[in-house]
């Protein structure tokens, strides 16, 4: 299984930026895919999560309504779009693939523990 990351880059604050994590290896649809962050000297910390099927998405509170996760099964690609960017947003971003289903998803998944697969990160940097 690979996860692959990718669309980061230095952008200033307020900029957008648009991730990408595209998986190979794995039946697409079974998982819940989610993203990661981890700054310098920090732990890695939560950022969201889609359902397989969309219908269900989970954020962290830091993103406060400007990422929005969207997939694309039949392209075995998870999207991370990051509006308004803010400098406390540099970090590496991991992409994540979990076998989560009803209960355990909306019990677990910011839990890091629950995934399966992680992607190689890709780095994003907000400069102020």
């Known amino acids: 299984v690979q996860l692959q990351a990718s669309g980061g880059g230095l952008v200033q604050a307020g900029d957008s930026l648009r991730l990408s994590c595209t998986a190979s290896?794995?039946?697409?649809?079974?998982?819940?895919m989610a993203w990661f962050r981890q700054a310098p000297g920090k732990e890695r910390e939560f950022v969201g999560t889609i359902s397989w099927n969309s219908v269900a998405t989970y954020y962290a509170d830091f993103v406060e309504g400007r990422f929005t996760l969207s997939r694309d099964n039949a392209k075995n690609t998870v999207y991370l779009q990051m509006n308004n960017l803010k400098s406390e947003d540099t970090a590496v971003y991991y992409c994540?693939?979990?076998?989560?289903?009803?209960?355990?998803?909306?019990?677990?998944?910011?839990?890091?523990?629950?995934?399966?697969?992680w992607g190689q990160g890709t780095q994003v940097t907000v400069s102020s």
């Open positions: 290896g794995l039946i697409f649809s079974d998982y819940v």
């Open positions: 994540a693939a979990g076998f989560l289903t009803g209960a355990r998803l909306s019990a677990a998944y910011d839990n890091d523990r629950v995934y399966n697969y």
